[in-house]
C-alpha cells in the first residue's frame, strides 16, 4: 500500500500546547504513521496509509482547529 501524504493549513495554532493538542488528536486516526506540526507555518502534515481526509479534518476539530 501506497504511503499518502496530506497538508492542512490550520489558523490559530501559535504554541506547544496547540502543536500537542493537534498531534495527539491526529496520531490516533486508522492509518496514521507521522504527524508533522510547523507553528510558523500553521501547517500539518500527514503521512500513512489509507488516511481518510474526513477521519483527519474531525481530529483537527476535535482539537479545537479549523483544517483548511
Known sequence: MAIQELSYTVAGMTCGHCKAAVTNEVEQVDGVNQVDVDLDSK???????NVSDDALRAAI???GYEAA
Not at 43 to 49: A, F, L, M, Q, S
Open 43 to 49: 501547517r500539518v502534515v500527514v503521512r500513512g496509509e
Open 61 to 63: 476539530r476535535e482539537a
